[in-house]
């Protein structure tokens, strides 16, 4: 199995300006956790309450690997 790093993307609005923050994560279950858990909800509420309700936060996987896990070789029967 192929792990790729993952973002935890904040997209909101400064006026007419389109901006985006990001958090890295090791792989796209430790992103989905921290939204599930919802420890991202302290940042979003207050970037809500400053900027209004344009704003949007994902995980976003990204195209590098950052690990593998190869399967064991079976041993040779002697």
Excluded at 53 to 65: A, F, H, K, P, Q
Aim: hydrophobic share 35%.
């Amino acid at each position: 199995m192929i792990y790729y790093f993952t973002a935890l993307v904040f997209h909101y609005a400064i006026g007419d300006n389109l901006v985006s923050a990001a958090v890295w994560y090791e792989n796209e279950q430790h992103c989905q956790e921290v939204m599930d858990q919802r420890y991202a909800d302290p940042l979003y509420n207050q970037l809500y309450e400053l900027y209004g309700s344009d704003i949007m936060v994902s995980c976003e996987v990204s195209e590098v690997v950052s690990y593998q896990v190869r399967p064991k070789l079976r041993p040779e029967e002697e």
